[in-house]
């Protein structure tokens, strides 16, 4: 039993890497008016999007990464003492859907059902926190 309730968080994990290698790429590929000549270049003069789009893809990959440390620390903590499954693992999948939730109503522009399910992904962290410490 224990083998397969690690299997939940570990492949949660592995579903985190994937959102966050899609955030990365769909953030980047909203190139607005930003040319290729200045994308591929050091980037030394900074210059700023004025696609909407591109620059809310761009907040909520920088959320993303606010967070993602400590659903890191607390997957590898977890299985590391053995104390993955149950509320640990809900709360895996809990930050998990909000966090792909979080990115399409960020892009859409949805201001408090975002917050709210940003607000989600927080409690799924807490579940696998008290699950760690207690």
């Known amino acids: 039993m224990e083998a397969v309730a690690a299997s939940t968080e570990i492949s949660v994990l592995a579903w985190s890497v ?4 899609a955030q990365i790429v769909l953030q980047a590929s909203v190139l607005g ?3 290729p000549g200045y994308l591929f270049s050091p980037r030394d003069e900074e210059r700023k999007t004025n696609s909407v789009l591109a620059e809310r893809l761009k907040r909520a990959l920088h959320n993303l990464l606010e967070t993602y440390p400590a659903f ?3 997957v590898v903590g977890l299985v590391a003492t053995g104390k993955t499954g149950g509320m640990a693992a809900t709360g895996a ?3 998990i859907i909000c966090r792909v939730i979080y990115v399409v109503l960020y892009a859409a522009g949805v201001p408090v059902a975002r917050t709210l399910i940003w607000l989600g992904s927080i409690i799924g962290l807490v579940m696998m926190l008290i699950q760690l410490i207690w």
């Open 18 to 21: 994937v959102l966050l290698l």
């Open 93 to 95: 999948l809990l930050w």
């Open 72 to 74: 890191i620390a607390l």
């Open 33 to 35: 008016d930003l040319t």
